[in-house]
């Protein structure tokens, strides 16, 4: 009897043992799966990218405009096929614990619909009174699709298919005729303005929010709220909090948001400065896009710590988000530059 229930009780360690091993198994899989997903996705170049969806449609040259659609069409691809796929919508592990790829993807996902709400609204356009493009008109919405949808339909069958619709809208820049209406592009200084309005809103928003990080952030210096009736003088401009601190669990999403959102731009700049080149070197601006460029590639070097540093400004540890923002907003003060430079005759 005693020899039965040693046996037994070696069993049932053996059957605890077995499975111990398997959930530590299973955890090192999603670990290391979970980093390889997490990773960020390497910057393309625009040209050879557009060159190669040219070739892919039997095409040599890449009109005006082709290179900026093929740029958004890929980075929507990216998004979508880099490694682990579209991560937001996972609703199973580890995609469901990695909130950092996917605040990644948000921020991209932002730029990208701004992209391509001027390139419907002003880059495809004539004027005003013109009509939209219909490849276009299709396209757009799809990308304003919510972002974290896991069926029914699903993020990705929504993106694809405003994918599809860029591309068919690149097809007829190459090839029109008869039934198939040529596709405009319109590389002009009031365009690109347009857009460039909408960039610095995007960046300053960015930028603020980064720098809510420290301590102190909830308070805006010069913003105040007046008594009705009253005079500033006589309520004394009392400050009121409108903008809290990012709460600690939240610092490194809104960092990698930020990132996201940078690596999305600094090719729609690339692409912008390739179909726009004649506008800027007219209005020489050239210079101005290159220290965008220069200042978003600044916020994409590689990060050293495993987790988002939130030192004090002069403390021990460096303070990723504010020097995030630092070069956010030297990128903001370069697009204001821009937008001046576009709105002038």
Same mark, same amino acid.
């Given at each position: ?21 398997? =959930?530590? #198994? ?52 990216? /998004? ?35 992209? =391509? ?24 919405? &799809? ?15 929504? &993106? ?8 068919? &809208?690149? /097809? ?16 002009? =200084? ?60 939240? #610092? ?18 690339? =692409? #912008? ?17 290159? #220290? ?27 303070? &990723? ?25």
């Amino acid at each position: 009897m005693a020899a039965s229930d040693t046996l037994q009780d070696i069993k049932s360690k053996g059957i605890l043992w077995g499975f111990g091993v398997l =959930a530590l #198994i299973v955890l090192v899989v999603l670990f290391v799966l979970g980093a390889w997903w997490g990773s960020e996705p390497n910057q393309f170049n625009v040209q050879e990218e557009a060159l190669l969806r040219a070739k892919e449609t039997n095409n040599t040259e890449m009109p005006l405009g082709y290179t900026y659609a093929n740029t958004l069409a890929h980075i929507a691809e990216v /998004l979508l096929h880099k490694p682990g796929g579209y991560i937001t919508n996972d609703v199973a592990p580890p995609g469901v614990f990695l909130d950092n790829i996917s605040s990644w993807e948000f921020g991209a996902l932002v730029m990208l619909r701004d992209a =391509a709400s001027a390139l419907r609204n002003h880059f495809a356009r004539d004027q005003s009174q013109s009509a939209e493009d219909t490849d276009l008109a299709v396209a757009e919405p &799809y990308f304003y699709y919510e972002h974290n949808s896991w069926a029914l339909p699903s993020t990705e069958a929504e &993106y694809e298919k405003g994918i599809e619709a860029l591309h068919k &809208y690149m /097809l007829r820049l190459h090839k029109y005729g008869g039934p198939v209406k040529r596709a405009q592009f319109y590389s002009r =200084a009031d365009n690109l303005w347009q857009y460039v309005e909408v960039v610095i809103k995007r960046l300053g928003g960015l930028s603020t929010r980064l720098s809510a990080s420290t301590a102190g952030a909830e308070i805006m210096p010069g913003m105040a709220v007046l008594e009705p009736g009253s005079t500033r003088e006589s309520n004394q401009a009392k400050t009121v909090p409108i903008l809290g601190q990012t709460p600690w669990l939240e #610092i490194d999403n809104v960092f990698y948001e930020a990132r996201g959102a940078s690596w999305a731009l600094l090719h729609i700049l690339r =692409a #912008i400065k390739h179909d726009f080149h004649d506008i800027l070197l007219d209005k020489r601006a050239m210079n101005t896009v290159d #220290i965008m460029i220069k200042s978003l590639e600044n916020a994409l070097a590689p990060i050293l710590s495993p987790m988002v540093l939130n030192g004090g400004g002069y403390g021990l540890f460096a303070n &990723y988000s504010l020097t995030m923002a630092t070069y956010i907003a030297r990128c903001n003060a370069a697009a204001l530059d821009l937008r001046d430079i576009m709105n002038r005759g």
